[in-house]
């Protein structure tokens, strides 16, 4: 069974510094594109970032580049998601998913999320 | 970037209905298309990929269609588990842009 646990979120307040992983469990991680999706509270999702299964290809939404880092560990089947200069308005759940095989780019399977809250 | 129009973005209806929901992407994206169902306090679910086909154990009253531009979810005879908000996404290219969600509430 295919498994995603996220770790990591927490209360950090602006301008701190947060990462988040992602265990992968039940597949092999080291075939396997993987995200960061994101949702505010009330909010719909907003995709955040992708690596390729060989950390080949690095993808970044406009409104976290230069401050997110997306990167994996592929002997650990983690995923991480490094956080800098975080703002108010990254407050949100991030979740964890796997892209399904090529040449499909949908999302098969997500985490359970983890609860990232940016305030002073 | 590609941009992805979901609506509508409430909707209200009965048990054994049937609904549409609709996707628009601001250029062609073939069949790249995915729609997600996602329950209150839940991670989102996949529901259909490449535009029309069905996940492994989703019910068959579920049904994607279109390319190109314009895409649909049906759902028919709504059942008491399909009060959900649904989102589409375009996996097409990077951005991998999400419609904004349609919330389905029972009427």
């Known amino acids: 069974e295919v498994q995603l646990v996220e770790s990591g979120g927490g209360l950090v307040k602006p301008g701190g510094s947060l990462r988040l992983s992602c265990a992968a469990s039940g597949f092999a991680f080291n075939t396997y594109s993987m995200n960061w999706v994101r949702q505010a509270p009330g909010k719909g999702l907003e995709w955040v970032s992708s690596i390729r299964f060989d950390s080949s290809d690095i993808y970044d939404a406009d409104s976290v580049k230069g401050r997110f880092s997306i990167s994996r560990d592929n002997a650990k089947h983690s995923l991480y998601l490094q956080m800098n200069s975080l703002r108010a308005e990254d407050t949100a759940i991030y979740y964890c998913a796997r892209t399904a095989v090529w040449p499909y780019g949908h999302l098969d399977s997500w985490g359970q999320g983890t609860l990232v809250t940016v305030s002073s | 970037d590609i941009q992805v129009t979901q609506f509508p973005s409430f909707l209200s209806a009965s048990i054994g209905d049937r609904v549409t929901i609709t996707c628009r992407a601001s250029?062609?994206?073939?069949?790249?298309l995915a729609w997600y169902q996602q329950k209150p306090g839940k991670a989102p679910k996949l529901l259909i990929y490449a535009a029309s086909i069905l996940e492994s154990g989703v019910p068959s009253r579920f049904s994607g269609s279109g390319s190109g531009t314009e895409f649909t979810l049906t759902i028919i005879n709504l059942q008491p588990e399909d009060f959900a908000t649904y989102y589409c996404q375009q996996v097409r290219s990077y951005p991998r842009s999400f419609g904004q969600g349609t919330k389905l509430a029972i009427k």
């Open positions: 250029q062609g994206i073939s069949s790249y």
